[in-house]
């Protein structure tokens, strides 16, 4: 059974980008900070959409802030 996991790194991002806050960058791609909180833990996978806007905010290209693991398991 393969496990699929996307990941980020949106805390770093928004540690680089004047230590924007997850209030900040929620406010800029219009979702609520408990939206970033969750996608930033992996407990929640943005739509495309989102994940555009989230890459616009800081940017950089979406492979840049989303990168999708996928490993067999044995």
């Known amino acids: 059974m393969a ?3 996307i990941s980020n790194k949106i805390r770093t991002l928004r ?3 004047d230590e ?3 209030q900040q960058l929620a406010e800029q791609v219009d979702v609520t900070r408990q939206t970033i909180v969750a996608i930033e833990k ?3 996978s943005p739509s495309l959409e989102l994940a555009f806007r989230i890459a ?3 940017e950089v290209p ?3 802030v989303f990168s ?3 490993q067999e398991a044995s």
């Open 3 to 5: 496990k699929h996991k």
């Open 15 to 17: 540690f680089m980008k």
């Open 20 to 22: 924007m806050t997850q």
């Open 42 to 44: 992996g407990k929640y």
């Open 56 to 58: 616009q905010v800081f």
């Open 62 to 64: 979406l492979h840049e």
């Open 68 to 70: 999708y693991d996928d």
